[in-house]
């Protein structure tokens, strides 16, 4: 996480609870666990995107990342890209 001191500490903070406190299990994996793994290499642009996607059902954001439905445009791109590889999934 961001030093507290850093201008994005507090959206980081309230991302990360959002991530991880989504309603499901599965969710909470899938978002919370992409949240751990990349939060460190957003900017401002990144940390918009993210919060973006934590706007949308849950149902929608799982069927975009496994590719059975297709991402609004808004959404699209490097950071969606990394979000489909689903490499970021520990189950233990």
Do not use: N
């Amino acid at each position: 996480m961001a030093a507290p001191d850093h201008p994005l500490a507090a959206r980081l903070a309230r991302a990360k609870f959002r991530a991880w406190h989504r309603g499901t299990r599965e969710a909470d994996y899938m978002i919370g666990g992409f949240f751990d793994r990349y939060h460190t290499d957003w900017d401002e642009a990144g940390i918009e995107w993210f919060e973006a996607l934590l706007e949308e059902d849950d149902v929608d954001v799982m069927a975009w990342a496994l590719g059975v439905q297709e991402p609004p445009a808004r959404l699209t791109g490097p950071q969606f890209d990394v979000m489909r590889r689903l490499d970021y999934v520990d189950i233990g």
